[in-house]
């Protein structure tokens, strides 16, 4: 038996305002979903974060309804949880519960176990790290039922595991139920595995499936889990998903011609234009100067963005980024908040909703959050 692994699609999100980046993620959506029918994979599961906001546009509605259409009519069943990008803060019908109710796919994030042909499947949507003391006696209750059960049990989670990304992390593997033996994981962008002792089986994050704002510009790969479950072990095999390229380059001010000439026969070899990013160092650096010799890249690059790193000046924007640019930002809120349990929710919890411009759950996560500062305070 086989079946997929698809996690946060981000179905909806227009990356710098440009309708092609809309369209780059439906297209390496669409890349998943018809190579695990040709696979002739047995079921799919959709971990998590479905749309890039809980208000999705029509076409992304529409997108998602197709693929499990189109998965249907092959014979192919679905699963699905929530993550935080498609959960509302106002209490309203999470979008993707259409797809449960038409029958479309089927919902599994309430943590009720389901017995699916001979598979025992579970899932949980996002929890919030406040949350998560409530939910430990539900892990001790189906860790028993796993324990119990023979054949694969796997268990569907839209959560960060320390062990893979302490800042990003609400969760220990030593947290995680025991006795499943895959852990379908969401949350994390970047693509990992690893077999933890306690566990019966691997846990994977397939990553996304294409490079989202807050992962900034880089050279990467992007794809998802096909997983193999026909013996008693499971087997993962990630599959690369084409995507349009991206590339971060630094160079020295001095170079920069050279450079740039370098940069543009690169970029003539891709036949879908690359988005670049330079990054400039040196020093007596004149914007103008700069700007003449970058726009040259602009007709080889669906964008191009440049800025100084180590000096300051008026016409460019600072463009230094960290390797993990999540938990630089948490050392930073942790330095300015002087509390890490204050700069996780800023950047994990109100951040997210902010950038997005959902405003409404901004504002009802901020009254939540200062009713439970005050019930703390008063005991």
Not at 15 to 29: I, K, M, N, W
Not at 77 to 92: A, C, K, N, P, V
């Amino acid at each position: 038996m086989l079946f997929s692994h698809i996690s946060d699609t981000h179905l909806g999100l227009v990356q710098y305002g440009l309708a092609e980046r809309e369209q780059d993620v439906y297209h390496t959506f669409n890349q998943a979903i018809d190579t695990s029918i040709n696979d002739h994979v047995d079921f799919v599961i959709f971990a998590g974060d479905i749309f890039h906001f809980p208000n999705p546009n029509g076409t992304a509605i529409i997108q998602m309804a197709n693929a499990l259409k189109r998965l249907k009519e092959n014979h192919i069943d679905s699963f699905f949880i929530l993550g935080e990008h498609d959960i509302s803060r106002i209490r309203t019908t999470p979008i993707p519960y259409v797809y449960h109710n038409l029958e479309f796919s089927k919902y599994i994030g309430q943590g009720n176990i389901i017995k699916y042909k001979d598979i025992l499947l579970v899932g949980f949507d996002k929890i919030r790290k406040s949350e998560i003391p409530q939910f430990e006696e539900k892990f001790v209750e189906i860790d028993k039922i796993a324990k119990n059960q023979s054949g694969h049990k796997i268990i569907v989670m839209h959560q960060g595991i320390a062990e893979f990304n302490k800042f990003a992390g609400e969760l220990l593997s030593t947290d995680l139920p025991k006795n499943f033996t895959y852990y379908a994981m969401g949350h994390l962008h970047d693509q990992e595995i690893k077999q933890f002792n306690q566990l019966k089986g691997p846990v994977a994050y397939p990553g996304s499936i294409e490079l989202t704002t807050s992962e900034g510009i880089k050279e990467t790969k992007k794809g998802f889990y096909e997983v193999d479950i026909s013996q008693s072990e499971a087997k993962p095999n990630w599959v690369e998903l084409d995507i349009r390229p991206q590339f971060s380059f630094k160079i020295s001010y001095d170079e920069l011609a050279k450079s740039v000439q370098k940069i543009s026969e690169k970029l003539v070899n891709f036949k879908r234009k690359p988005i670049v990013e330079l990054k400039i160092t040196g020093d007596n650096i004149q914007a103008d100067h700069v700007q003449n010799l970058v726009s040259q890249l602009n007709s080889l690059s669906l964008r191009c963005f440049w800025g100084v790193i180590n000096k300051k000046i008026d016409s460019a924007i600072y463009l230094e980024r960290p390797n993990i640019i999540d938990e630089e930002l948490f050392k930073l809120a942790v330095d300015s908040l002087g509390s890490e349990r204050l700069a996780s929710f800023a950047v994990k919890e109100l951040l997210p909703l902010l950038s997005t411009e959902q405003l409404k759950e901004a504002s009802l996560i901020l009254v939540e959050n200062f009713e439970k500062y005050k019930k703390e305070k008063d005991n």
